[in-house]
């Protein structure tokens, strides 16, 4: 596969600010997530600016511990249009981000309507993590997915 990147598109009927509050959420992002992978939020805090760091909670069946956590660091923070985070953990007292991103970008289609853009970037990704991680590690509808499981948080708003 020579693309390093996935998106879905997606049209909600709210302003672009109430779904950037929800996004802005990490309380909100197990109920977005179309994995199922998501299972909490540890750091609960309003994501407020770039570089914060916010931790989750998280199941795979295919992960060595089942249950682990990951800590994400804002890397994009433009209220009400974009945001975005690289996925990493802690290691050793640190952080170690393994160079994939998660983005949503947000186009006002007028005061009560918003096209959503959800992309998963894996373009800087290292050889060495592509040797045991297949990108992207999820299905095809796993983008569609959240952004209905989104549209169905946002309009309840």
């Known amino acids: 596969m020579d693309q390093e990147n996935v998106s879905a ?3 909600v009927a709210v302003p672009a600010a109430t779904v950037f509050a929800v996004l802005a ?25 770039v570089g914060q760091i916010f931790r989750m909670d998280m199941y795979h069946a295919n992960h060595p511990n089942g249950d682990y956590q ?36 947000l186009a006002p289609l007028g005061p009560s309507k918003t096209e959503v853009t959800l992309t998963y970037d894996w373009s800087a990704v290292p050889q060495f993590i592509r040797e045991y991680i297949q990108f ?8 569609t ?13």
Do not use: C
């Open 9 to 11: 598109t997606l049209t």
């Open 25 to 49: 959420d990490p309380a909100t992002h197990s109920a977005i997530d179309g994995t199922g992978w998501v299972q909490e939020a540890v750091d609960r805090a309003p994501l407020i600016e």
């Open 70 to 105: 990951v800590a994400n660091k804002v890397q994009v923070f433009d209220p009400p249009r974009a945001i975005g985070w690289l996925t990493g953990q802690e290691k050793d007292g640190g952080l170690e981000f393994g160079g994939w991103i998660w983005r949503y970008d």
């Open 136 to 143: 992207p590690p999820f299905g095809p509808g796993h983008l």
């Open 145 to 157: 997915n959240s952004l209905h499981h989104l549209a169905e948080l946002v309009s309840g708003r």
